[in-house]
């Protein structure tokens, strides 16, 4: 499905599976605001993207940071039509040992950010519509020990997904959530610090292997984005090679 003609902000966007979003809106005709702490790969990025991307610096714990994502996608390419929240920065330990820090961190870049670059988006997509993809976890859904700050802010973005797919479904704004599995460098960084909870997630794959993000996690969201989905809100989709079936 080609996505000609739309303007989607990707937070994350830099690096990991929100890199390789970006890099597959890009391919597929999307213009692209990524946004991402790091400079280094954001700069990266726009090397290879050239005019079709607008990099923006920036937290997106941070209210001005949705706002001149906001601003980009209106200045460089004349709207909005999608948004994916897929940046959230967690810390994983037993419950008794997260400290206040570790909720701040997964509750202001998960749910917080995901909230303001909603809410930031929507003036700009309530009389055209649009396609929001938040990010949820297989781990929250079933539970994983150490995730409790990470899993309550997923489980808190599903909620605030499906209630809006609901509210916002009279202005033809669809909102969704993908659920993915994908070998990425934080991925690889947990599988080191915890390798007896890696195997016995890989042992849970029926297909076999964690996933790709360019080939097998991106594609699910441009899907999403695209107008092949224009029926589909509301949803929970799984791109995690039957790991966990839907809750
Ligand atoms: N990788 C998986 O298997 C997996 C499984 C379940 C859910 N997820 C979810 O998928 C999404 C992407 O995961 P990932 O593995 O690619 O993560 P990652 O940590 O590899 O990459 C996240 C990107 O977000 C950026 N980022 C982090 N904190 C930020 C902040 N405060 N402001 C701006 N940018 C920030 C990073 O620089 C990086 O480019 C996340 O929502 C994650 O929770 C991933």
Same mark, same amino acid.
């Given at each position: ?92 330990? /037993?419950? $008794? &040992? ?6 701040? %961190? ?7 950010? @995901?909230? =303001? ?95 790709? /993000?360019? $080939? &097998? ?6 899907? %999403? ?7 589909? @809100?509301? =949803? ?12």
């Amino acid at each position: 499905m080609q996505l000609e003609g739309k303007v989607i902000i990707v937070t994350g966007g830099a690096s990991g599976i929100g890199g390789a979003i970006s890099r597959v809106l890009l391919r597929r005709g999307a213009k692209v605001v990524a946004v991402d702490l790091n400079a280094e790969a954001g700069a990266k990025l726009k090397e290879e993207a050239g005019d079709s991307l607008a990099f923006i610096a920036g937290d997106v714990s941070k209210q001005e940071t949705a706002d001149a994502a906001v601003a980009a996608a209106v200045e460089n390419f004349g709207g909005l039509n999608g948004l994916v929240n897929n940046a959230h920065a967690s810390r994983q330990a /037993p419950f $008794t &040992d997260l400290d206040q820090a570790a909720w701040d %961190l997964s509750f202001n870049t998960g749910f917080l950010a @995901t909230r =303001q670059f909603m809410l930031a988006a929507y003036p700009h997509l309530k009389d055209n519509g649009g396609s929001i993809v938040n990010f949820g976890s297989g781990s929250a859904m079933v539970g994983q020990p150490t995730q409790a700050a990470y899993a309550s802010a997923k489980e808190a973005i599903r909620g605030l997904s499906r209630v809006t797919a609901n509210e916002w479904a009279a202005n033809n704004i669809r909102v969704n959530v993908v659920s993915p599995m994908a070998l990425t460098d934080g991925v690889k960084a947990w599988s080191q610090a915890f390798p007896d909870l890696y195997e016995q997630s890989l042992t849970k794959v029926p297909l076999g292997r964690f996933g790709d /993000p360019e $080939t &097998d996690v991106a594609p699910v969201v441009a899907f %999403l984005l695209s107008d092949d989905a224009k029926y589909v @809100t509301g =949803q929970t989709l799984m791109a995690d090679g039957g790991a966990n079936k839907l809750y």
